[in-house]
């Protein structure tokens, strides 16, 4: 059942969450505190023996290229093997807010070189576009998070690019063409908006939402060299309680508080947030 089985969810207001402090909620945070020690352990063996042994596959060179991200180890693998390959491959990762599409990209931006980056979400359009690609034509990967929220204009000279690699576009009377040999790694929260011609020219990856167990363990993954395992542990927790599975919310979180809090201190400045949040209203992410 893995190390969440312990948890049991109990929804419950603001103000009135508090932590009870009792002797069997202790042995369980001290058994899930356990089980992921446990679990870090054998995960630090493995890379041992690997290193040692000189064995290390294309699927193992994945997951390590990848590690800041928990699970997703087949997308992981999959991603790798397409941006080593020589032929021209193109990835689309889309799911719901905070489950690691940007952690991927920002993986690929640390560890790659000539890597340009290009976010949507910015409004980059027309000549600003143009102008990244044509200053940028070395460029081995093109990374475009958000790719849904492209307008026409910039869809089109994208598809240019996934086609045959060419730039070609008449602009301020002039006629711009030049070719690039790049590979195109998208995201975006959902494929609604974007075309079949487009979509036909990208491997599609369906990132899912996180269960609860895997909430758990990406937030102590983010947290826990900051804060120590069992402050992690209650702040994924606490924000479970309340039905929110966010792991930017808990980084956020987390980020904001010293280390050597009380679980009575962390407790109250979650509270705080959710008190005064706008947890009951609906967000658009689109």
Known sequence: ??????????????????????????QKLNDII???????TIERENKMIHTANNNVTIFDKAKMF????????????????????????????????????TLFMNCIKEKKKNVLYIDFSTGTTGAGLISLLKNNQKAE?????EIDKAKKN???????????????????????????????IGTCNSTKNLSKPFLSRMQVY?????TDEQYLDVVCNCLEYK?????????AKTLLAHDLKNVRLAI???????????????????????????????????
Do not use: C, W
Not at 2 to 26: M, N
Not at 34 to 40: L, Q, S, V, W
Not at 141 to 145: N, T
Not at 267 to 272: A, L
């Open 1 to 26: 059942m893995g190390i969440f089985k312990y948890f049991v969810k109990e929804k419950k207001t603001a103000v009135d969450s508090p932590i009870i402090e009792t002797e069997k909620h202790e």
């Open 34 to 40: 356990a089980k992921r020690e446990d679990y870090n």
């Open 66 to 101: 990848f590690e800041p991200i928990y699970g997703l180890d087949e997308i992981k693998e999959n991603l790798y093997i397409s941006m080593e390959s020589e032929e021209q491959i193109n990835i689309l990762l889309f799911g719901e807010p905070a489950t690691a599409k």
């Open 141 to 145: 990967y093109i990374l475009i998070d």
């Open 154 to 184: 910039d869809m089109n000279v994208i598809l240019g690019l996934l086609a045959n690699g060419s730039v070609d576009k008449d602009l301020k009377g002039s006629h711009i063409h030049f070719k690039m040999k790049a590979k195109i």
């Open 206 to 210: 369906h990132l899912p939402e996180y």
């Open 227 to 235: 804060l120590g395992l069992a402050a992690s542990v209650l702040i």
């Open 252 to 286: 956020s979180i987390g980020k904001m508080l010293p280390r050597g809090l009380t679980q009575y201190e962390i407790t109250r400045v979650i509270n705080n947030y959710l008190k005064h949040s706008l947890i009951d209203e609906e967000i658009d992410y689109n």
